[in-house]
């Protein structure tokens, strides 16, 4: 069974929730594992570094709190979470453990997995900890969700005649900045498929992402708004 990990950051918890919890209710039933990240409440890489050591635990605890903000609503739509993270083990707040998640994963479930507070310590991007934990998690790929869709020869937000890069291979996903440069090397490493979409586009690629046929994916597709990067 093929399943991904999809990194969810803290911006879709401030404007965007609405499209998160459409795409959840969407793919319920989908072999996906969410990442929580927390960027709308602090972001350790920010400050200075004389701060970090205090700011990157904050920003950690922070994926937790959207973590549990994200079961709340998930519960109101009718479904059943699992929360899990490393650096909590109470109440509502599983320890996380890779070998229980790639079970649940193998069986049906019918639970919605999130997981919190990867980062694991200061220093690391959510890219790099979404890589390393989608692979000891067996993941046949990650993907970072973003409002803006893909990645671009140029920034969307200032340039109007960006364009969609919809397939990269990961020397070139380093020169356009499509994720950390220490996450795409790792991926390469591993041969990990990594994908930069949003999440209506990347609702319609999941059947075939969970199909592991990457290279079956409809240009129409790919090219409205989504990376792969292979």
């Known amino acids: 069974m093929n399943f991904g990990l999809i990194k969810i950051s803290g911006s879709y918890f401030k404007e965007h929730i609405h499209e998160l919890l459409s795409f959840i209710k969407s793919n319920h039933n989908q072999n996906i594992i969410f990442m929580v990240g927390g960027g709308n409440i602090m972001r350790g890489r920010s400050v200075k570094s004389d701060k970090r050591l205090f700011k990157d635990r904050i920003g950690i605890m922070s994926t937790l709190i959207n973590g549990i903000d994200l079961a709340d609503k998930i519960s109101d739509l009718g479904f059943d979470s699992y929360i899990a993270s490393p650096i909590c083990n109470e109440d509502i707040i599983n320890k996380y453990n890779p070998i229980k998640i790639r079970q649940l994963m193998q069986n049906s479930h019918n639970k919605i997995i999130i997981c919190g507070g990867l980062g694991w310590c200061g220093n690391v991007s959510t890219d790099t900890a979404m890589v390393i934990r989608g692979l ?92 792969i990067i292979k």
């Open 136 to 227: 000891e998690l067996s993941c046949n790929w990650v993907c970072k969700a973003s409002t803006v869709g893909g990645v671009f020869d140029k920034d969307p937000s200032s340039n109007v005649g960006a364009k969609l890069l919809h397939s990269l291979d990961y020397e070139q996903a380093i020169k356009y900045d499509a994720y950390d440069k220490s996450a795409i090397l790792i991926a390469q490493e591993n041969n990990l498929p990594l994908i930069v979409a949003n999440l209506t586009n990347l609702s319609k690629m999941l059947p075939m992402l969970n199909n592991n046929n990457l290279n079956d994916i409809d240009n129409k597709i790919m090219n409205k708004n989504s990376t």
